[in-house]
């Protein structure tokens, strides 16, 4: 049948006698389509009832690994703060191991540490380099379902990647940017915090590709190694800037876009285009002073519910899932900001 239910219990949950029940799972006919309806609805509604049951009163310690900037960090923690009562009955807490930069060898110290403490699971945000992917191989044969975030580390044991397609969203900013600019002569900067990123490596890659189609002559000149702090950022895209004066585009794949906006203005200049990631409080407010032209945006409040939920999917708690496609890639204006984006303060 397709269920582990008695007739009986079927029957009190859609107020309908046995007989009635036993007619629409067998299919024995002589029953109207509103009743069979009710009682399909009923299985659902049993269905659900039974995941409340065995997420109720269970606690879910996550810890939240991330090497990133304070202000993806902060959008981070905000994201799962105010998801935690959409996953009642169960409730959710959670370590969070904050890093803005840092050696390889400190995030593996990090991850072992969890593992040898113990967690119900751990969300992700690591370069792809094969000691990181060593570390989640300990942490997964321990038991600890560890979910990738924003960037994947696909040659890992992780469970599950959570984000956008990034190659999709580095082709979008393409497109973006080569109908905004047109004809207008002139290159782009691309910058990028960390070129171990893999998130940010397939950004690039989607970039370029689509560009080459659209726009082959249009030259890309690189900044890297930044960690999408603004100090760094400011003094790399100001070198960049001083050496090519042709650069008048921007497709910020790192962050750090507030530096870069100063870098131009300490010489002058102010792109005509400029693409940007993430409705964090700095992009937040550079949109509305129209000071970026637009940011490629997905839901982090979803992407935090959706890693919590995999982590429990994992132990059981509730039940499986297809395969679900990425986040979906936003294209967010002055004109068009969600309800509830981040204000500065």
């Known amino acids: 049948m397709g269920h582990p239910y008695t007739i009986r219990e079927i029957a009190r949950q859609?107020?309908?006698?046995?007989?009635?029940?036993?007619?629409?799972?067998?299919?024995?006919?002589?029953?109207?389509?509103?009743?069979?309806?009710?009682?399909?609805?009923?299985?659902?509604?049993?269905?659900?009832?039974?995941?409340?049951?065995?997420?109720?009163?269970?606690?879910?310690?996550?810890?939240?690994?991330?090497?990133?900037?304070?202000?993806?960090?902060?959008?981070?923690?905000?994201?799962?703060?105010?998801?935690?009562?959409?996953?009642?009955?169960?409730?959710?807490?959670?370590?969070?191991?904050?890093?803005?930069?840092?050696?390889?060898?400190?995030?593996?110290?990090?991850?072992?540490?969890?593992?040898?403490?113990?967690?119900?699971?751990?969300?992700?945000?690591?370069?792809?380099?094969p000691e990181i992917t060593d570390a989640v191989g300990r942490l997964v044969a321990t038991g600890i379902p560890v979910v990738t975030l924003v960037t994947d580390l696909p040659g890992s044991a992780r469970l599950a990647y959570v984000g956008i397609d990034n190659r999709a969203a580095g082709a979008t900013a393409a497109y973006l940017l080569d109908q905004w600019l047109g004809d207008r002569p002139g290159h782009v900067l691309v910058t990028i915090s960390r070129g171990f990123f893999r998130g940010e490596e397939e950004r690039e890659m989607g970039f370029r590709g689509a560009l080459r189609m659209t726009c082959p002559?249009?030259?890309?000149?690189?900044?890297?190694?930044?960690?999408?702090?603004?100090?760094?950022?400011?003094?790399?895209?100001l070198a960049a800037l001083e050496k090519d004066p042709d650069i008048n585009a921007v497709y910020s794949i790192g962050g750090g876009n507030a530096a870069t906006l100063e870098a131009f203005a300490a010489l002058g200049r102010a792109p005509a285009v400029f693409i940007a990631h993430d409705l964090d409080r700095d992009n937040t407010r550079l949109l509305r002073e129209r000071r970026i032209s637009a940011v490629l945006h997905h839901d982090l409040r979803q992407d935090m519910r959706r890693a919590c939920q995999t982590v429990m999917r994992a132990h059981g708690a509730l039940p499986e899932e297809g395969s679900r496609p990425p986040s979906p890639i936003q294209v967010v204006t002055p004109f068009n900001l969600p309800p509830g984006a981040v204000t500065e303060g």
């Open 14 to 129: 859609a107020g309908l006698s046995q007989a009635t029940v036993d007619r629409v799972l067998n299919h024995r006919g002589g029953v109207r389509e509103s009743t069979a309806r009710e009682v399909h609805q009923a299985i659902r509604d049993l269905d659900r009832q039974r995941t409340q049951v065995r997420i109720g009163g269970r606690t879910f310690m996550i810890d939240i690994v991330m090497q990133t900037p304070a202000r993806f960090s902060t959008a981070v923690r905000e994201a799962l703060e105010a998801e935690l009562p959409s996953l009642h009955p169960a409730v959710v807490r959670s370590r969070f191991h904050f890093r803005e930069t840092c050696p390889p060898a400190e995030l593996v110290r990090a991850l072992d540490r969890i593992a040898r403490r113990g967690t119900q699971g751990v969300i992700l945000k690591a370069p792809d380099l």
């Open 217 to 237: 002559d249009r030259t890309v000149v690189e900044v890297t190694d930044s960690d999408g702090l603004d100090a760094t950022q400011r003094d790399l895209v």
